[in-house]
């Protein structure tokens, strides 16, 4: 690591600056690829850089929990979110646990997620098919039990 005339390494630094702009972007396109990689440059901190370890992960942590309540004030809205909407938080929320920093609130978020796409699936099915649907989910629950 590399330490800056403060107390923060280059890395810790950058890190966070790249987080602040994931944050003013993190509903456009490229919000994705920046938190990608400061959570790669948090990683490394995380692995070698003992004395700011914790520090990375409560960074991260500040960070996916402010991602996890984007994810959840789009969900409660009225109305209907686009599919693009929904992968793109996904995406965004799947590369916190992709760099290691899997967390409960991440997790649950990534669930509702996809609790919304599948609805979302279901609704759109025909009564024949959602029965097919049925008794194939059904079949899966018995293979899984024996």
Known sequence: MTPLSGNES???ASAR??????EIEMSSPGAVAKLSE???L???VVEIEEA?????RNVVAVYAAKAVARVDAMLAKPGEASAAELHHWQDLLTEFERCGFESPPTTAALTKLRKRFATRHVSKL???EKEVLLRKLEEEQGKGRT
């Open 10 to 12: 280059r890395e810790l």
């Open 17 to 22: 600056r790249l987080l602040s702009e994931f």
């Open 38 to 40: 400061a959570l790669s």
């Open 42 to 44: 948090l990683s490394d």
């Open 52 to 56: 700011e370890s914790q520090i990375a």
């Open 126 to 128: 025909t009564q024949t």
